[in-house]
């Protein structure tokens, strides 16, 4: 194999790769083997249908694309080796020349990384803005406990209240014409939370069972099905059965239920601690944080606008893999937001995720920073266990899955370097303004800085 290596713009690197034809010929005729073993082709058995045959059955270029995915890796992986580049994503392959007796010549483009400066790291001092729970925290954890403790209760000689569980058929239509979707039976309605329409929910409090009524609402101007947006509505109501929540007494028997408590004041000690785990797990949070911005942001570098677009689009595909796995419209939030502010989000982002990787291989690379084959094996161990995996298997797949391993080395290699700035931080909590800032309802709530499983040993329903 020939490589011709060629630094264009100061962070770009053209590989040219000239394969010979030989070995070139000889992976062609392995693919039509291995895609012959994949299909049926009438008159043949399995696998041994001659090459005319499968070049017509997937196509010619379908075979070199098999050829060019097996070779090239390996090909563009020695080159990068051979001539020491440091590269930050794979190659990109600008254009090949492939015909069988012929060189394979292959023109590609890779970005290499920046030159990074990183800062003096003997001594690292910051201030972190402290947090402290907020005064009613405690008695908003009472009171969630008391709430997932709720029972509901059948009434059924009195009106419906606002704070009622009700259940209803309804019937909705604009201009006498029913709505498609707009009606149901028998549905619960928590009318003290819903995301119904607005003025829906509450002009059912006052009627009673069996009853039959009407309700006009109007629909919200962005509402997402633009037929019916900004439109008055008729529904016809009937009320089937009225529920009312009761919550539990605070006293003993609340606590035995939680859990393995004896009486409410081991229930109220254990919420406490769960508090104060959260207080401290926050704040070492913020402290890490403090750390790695301080050092990122006094490094000093250059990040390509190539790189930054690259990582955003990366950002971008997995933002519309979240919105489509959870069942929400896309184009609708683009329309909301604006493509350009969402463009420039998602370029901040990626300009930081870049600028942190960075940093992080050159404190690698200066403080000879590595991670052992025994600290790599006690992550799979430990993954493992946490998956409930058998050991063994679960090398066998690390094993066979180059870019998980790889994934997962850099995990270790990043809790490291954090590890590696705490050890020299001299960190200075101050006040939090913006904490005091803000109202009860949007401080950090301490149940979001834990584990879901470990408020559910708290509380066991």
Not at 302 to 328: H, T, W
Not at 367 to 375: C, D, G, L, P, S
């Amino acid at each position: 194999m020939k490589v011709d290596v060629e630094k264009a713009e100061q962070y770009t690197a053209h590989i040219n790769l000239e394969i010979d034809p030989e070995h070139a010929s000889m992976e062609y005729n392995k693919a039509c083997k291995r895609l012959g073993q994949r299909l049926n082709i009438p008159g043949f058995r399995r696998g041994k249908a001659p090459r005319q045959v499968v070049e017509k059955a997937v196509g010619i270029e379908r075979i070199k694309q098999e050829v060019l995915d097996r070779i090239l890796p390996h090909a563009f992986a020695d080159a990068i080796s051979e001539h020491q580049l440091e590269v930050v994503a794979p190659p990109h392959i600008e254009e090949y020349n492939f015909e069988v007796g012929h060189p394979l010549t292959v023109k590609a483009s890779v970005e290499l990384r920046p030159d990074v400066t990183v800062p003096e790291l003997s001594v690292i001092k910051v201030d972190v803005p402290q947090y402290e729970p907020p005064a009613e925290q405690f008695d908003n954890e009472i009171q969630a406990i008391r709430e997932r403790m709720t029972t509901l209760e059948t009434i059924i000689d009195r009106e419906v209240q606002a704070n009622d569980i009700v259940n209803i058929d309804f019937t909705g239509a604009i201009n006498g014409e029913l709505i498609r979707g707009g009606s149901a039976k028998n549905y619960l309605l928590d009318l003290s939370s819903n995301n119904f329409i607005e003025g829906f929910a509450e002009q059912i409090p006052g009627h009673k069972i069996g009853e039959e009524f009407s309700i006009q609402v109007q629909f919200p101007s962005d509402y997402h099905d633009q037929s019916l947006a900004g439109k008055p509505a008729d529904f016809t109501v009937t009320v089937n059965e009225i529920k009312k929540k009761v919550a539990p007494e605070l006293d003993d028997e609340l606590a035995k239920k939680c859990g393995p408590y004896e009486n409410l004041q081991q229930l109220e000690s254990e919420i406490r601690k769960f508090i104060d785990r959260g207080v401290e797990n926050e704040n070492n949070f913020r402290k890490q944080k403090a750390v790695i911005d301080y050092v990122v942001d006094h490094a000093k570098m250059e990040v390509p606008d190539a790189m930054i677009n690259r990582e955003a689009r990366i950002l971008l595909e997995e933002i519309q893999k979240n919105f489509k796995s959870q069942g929400m419209n896309w184009e609708q939030f683009v329309d909301s937001q604006g493509h350009e502010k969402i463009w420039q989000n998602l370029r901040t982002e990626a300009l930081r995720r870049i600028q942190t990787s960075l940093v992080f291989s050159a404190i690698a690379k200066q403080e000879n920073v590595t991670v052992t084959e025994e600290e790599f094996q006690a992550e799979i161990l430990n993954l493992a266990k946490d998956r409930n995996m058998d050991e063994k298997m679960a090398m066998k797949q690390i094993a066979n899955n180059p870019s998980a391993a790889q994934a997962l080395v850099d995990e270790i290699l990043s809790q490291k370097i954090v590890e590696f700035l705490m050890a020299r931080a001299e960190v200075t909590y101050v006040k939090d303004v913006q904490q005091d800032d803000k109202s009860s309802d949007e401080s950090v709530a301490v149940a979001s800085t834990l584990e879901k499983e470990e408020y559910e040993v708290l509380v066991e329903e």
